[in-house]
């Protein structure tokens, strides 16, 4: 079966602070995405990759950067969390048909 | 990627079918439709996806009309567990760089 995981179901981040998340498939897909998910505005792309230490910003980069150094393993960085990046982040993987297969999702409050 | 457009909400009793409508109208000849659903609190996860020809799975069928711009996807037992929030969406189905959107999907609410 598809499994996409990641790392923390649950985090609680004071402001300021550096957030880590991270993501992991066991698929050998090459695509990977991040989205946040917040009610009324729908699941909105943050950054995505094509390929190792290969990235692209998506709808909603700024405040996020990413690293891609292994192929099964997408991390989401949040450098200084601030209030407004409390959400709901979503990791997905793609192979080269199209169909996302998406993780069980991250739910972060900030403090 | 072409734009969708979805009822926001639907009912269905448990036991029949589920029969749920998106519309493209706009769709490209090298798009594919894709269809994903969110129950409550979980990550998306996949259904089925289609280009021209009518798919199914063991999850469901994917029915596209002959000029491509509508799909109706269709739960042929709804159970209460297949309540959640359908979302249809077309794209190019090849390699990534390709950003896929999530509107605002159908809200489907299966009743005992």
């Known amino acids: 079966d598809v499994k996409v995981t990641q790392s923390s179901r649950y985090l609680v981040k004071r402001t300021g602070e550096k957030v880590f998340l991270e993501c992991v498939q066991d698929?050998?897909?090459?695509?990977m995405f991040w989205y946040r998910q917040d009610p009324g505005l729908g699941l909105r792309l943050i950054y995505f990759?094509?390929?190792?230490?290969?990235?692209e910003k998506g709808d909603i980069p700024e405040g996020y950067s990413v690293s891609r150094e292994k192929k099964e393993r997408f991390s989401l960085i949040l450098e200084s969390a601030s209030t407004n990046q409390t959400s709901m982040y979503l990791c997905?993987?793609?192979?080269?048909?199209?169909?996302?297969?998406f993780g069980e999702g991250s739910r972060l409050t900030v403090l | 990627d072409a734009k969708t457009t979805q009822p926001p909400s639907m009912d269905c009793a448990e036991g029949r079918a589920a029969n749920l409508p998106c519309n493209h109208s706009?769709?490209?000849?090298?798009?594919?439709v894709y269809w994903y659903r969110q129950i409550h609190s979980q990550g998306p996860q996949y259904i089925i996806h289609?280009?021209?020809n009518n798919e199914t799975n063991e999850m469901a069928s994917l029915i596209i009309t002959e000029d491509r711009k509508s799909s109706t996807l269709i739960l042929p037992h709804a159970t209460l567990r297949d309540t959640a929030v359908y979302y249809c969406?077309?794209?190019?189905?090849?390699?990534?760089?390709?950003?896929?959107?999530f509107g605002g999907g159908t809200r489907l609410m299966v009743k005992p």
């Open positions: 969406i077309v794209r190019v189905g090849s390699n990534a760089g390709n950003m896929l959107t």
């Open positions: 997905a993987s793609s192979p080269f048909t199209g169909e996302l297969f």
């Open positions: 289609g280009l021209k």
């Open positions: 706009t769709i490209s000849g090298n798009e594919y």
């Open positions: 990759s094509y390929d190792v230490k290969m990235k």
């Open positions: 698929m050998d897909h090459e695509n």
